[in-house]
């Protein structure tokens, strides 16, 4: 067994994403690509995106800490603190509105 604490692990990788030219840094704390469950967590400083892209499989962001925005299409979602967003199947864009960091949740099929 491990234990992680996702609070001390976001704001380390906002001080690493402090000294990133793309304003991102993350870790991959469970899992990897060639696995079902996949956990990680981004930190994104404000202003920064995930531009659009396709939905891995069923996945969930939850916010660690400061606020962003999820969008899909022309629907927009913004999480603050201790909000889980649902990803939908869908291409979407994540944006930091301010410093934030989000445990993303990806299950997806081995096919």
């Known amino acids: 067994m491990r234990k992680t604490s996702l609070t001390a692990l976001a704001r380390e990788l906002l ?9 991102r840094s993350s870790d991959t704390l469970v899992g990897g690509h060639e696995q079902v469950l996949r956990q990680t967590v981004i930190a ?7 531009g659009e ?20 299409g022309s ?17 979407h864009s994540l944006t930091a509105v301010e410093d ?5 949740t990806v299950a997806k099929s081995l096919n």
Request: hydrophobic letters at 45%; glycine letters at 12%.
């Open 15 to 23: 001080e690493r994403a402090a000294g990133q030219a793309n304003g």
């Open 44 to 50: 994104l400083l404000a202003g920064q995106s995930m």
């Open 53 to 72: 892209h396709e939905s891995p499989g069923e996945a969930t962001l939850q916010v660690l800490r400061g606020r962003v925005r999820l969008s899909a």
């Open 75 to 91: 629907t927009d979602w913004e999480g603050w603190d201790g909000d889980l967003l649902i990803i939908p199947a869908e291409r």
């Open 100 to 104: 934030a960091a989000v445990l993303l």
